[in-house]
């Protein structure tokens, strides 16, 4: 069963920055792509970031510049580096894995809170 475990979100102010890990339970290069989503209340979720087995990065426009993606193979996990935070960046933020083998699997964390104050 494939596990993925978010932390680091909590309660920044304006300007601030955070960093969010997501663990995998097993090899990440197992996996297609690896990447961040985020739902604020009342909106649909929307893709944050992602990055590929070979570093391929694709970032939304709104988050271009200030979050950073990567990954680091050997300890199974998945960052999301962001910096000069507003406060719509407020949402949950949760951790996404797909792979395919004839069909695409997806997968998620639980989630995790970030919430940015004027």
């Known amino acids: 069963q494939v596990q993925l475990v978010e932390s680091g979100g909590g309660l920044v102010q304006a300007g601030g920055s955070l960093t969010l890990s997501c663990v995998v339970s097993?090899?990440?290069?197992?996996?297609?792509?690896m990447g961040w989503y985020r739902q604020a209340p009342g909106k649909q979720r929307e893709l944050v970031a992602t990055?590929?087995?070979?570093?391929?990065?694709n970032d939304a426009d709104s988050v271009k510049g200030r979050f950073t993606i990567s990954r680091n193979n050997a300890r199974n996990t998945v960052y999301l580096q962001m910096n000069s935070l507003k406060p719509e960046d407020t949402a949950v933020y949760y951790c996404?894995?797909?792979?395919?083998?004839?069909?695409?699997?997806?997968?998620w964390g639980q989630g995790t809170q970030v919430t940015v104050s004027s």
């Open positions: 996404h894995a797909k792979r395919v083998v004839y069909t695409t699997t997806n997968y």
């Open positions: 097993g090899s990440i290069s197992s996996f297609n792509a």
């Open positions: 990055i590929t087995t070979v570093g391929n990065t």
